[in-house]
């Protein structure tokens, strides 16, 4: 989901100037640079969880990332309009104390075994 949350700020550039505007809108320093690192770390970290490489890291800076966007850029509005940003903060903590979670994608035996 983080990818999908994420990848048109890379293939759109009208949706990337609109999220710049939209962090400069509610004075958020550096936007063009905060917004690129932001909008990366949430890409690039969803394809590395999705992996399973790198979790604890990973799932650190995703916290820090979603962090801001649910308590500064939505106002600490989790249960509205802020709630996915906080959702995916959550997920990503409880990543962060157990990076191990075997999700099992690929071998459906071994989780029918247990």
């Known amino acids: ?3 999908n949350h994420s990848y048109w700020f890379f293939l759109e550039p009208n949706e990337a100037i609109e999220f710049t505007v939209y962090l400069a809108d509610h ?3 550096l936007p063009n640079i905060l917004g690129f690192i932001a909008k990366s770390i949430e890409f690039i970290g969803g394809i590395l969880l999705l992996f399973g490489l790198w979790t ?3 799932s650190f800076l995703i ?3 979603l962090g801001v966007a649910a308590f500064y850029m939505h106002k600490g509005l989790i249960w509205s309009e802020g709630e996915l940003a906080f959702t995916y903060l959550l997920m990503a903590f409880i ?3 157990n990076p191990k979670i075997p999700f ?3 071998n459906r035996k071994k989780i029918e075994e247990k």
């Open 104 to 106: 099992k994608i690929f």
């Open 63 to 65: 916290v820090m990332v």
């Open 56 to 58: 604890r890291l990973v």
């Open 1 to 3: 989901m983080l990818i």
């Open 95 to 97: 990543l962060f104390f």
């Open 27 to 29: 004075h958020f320093p």
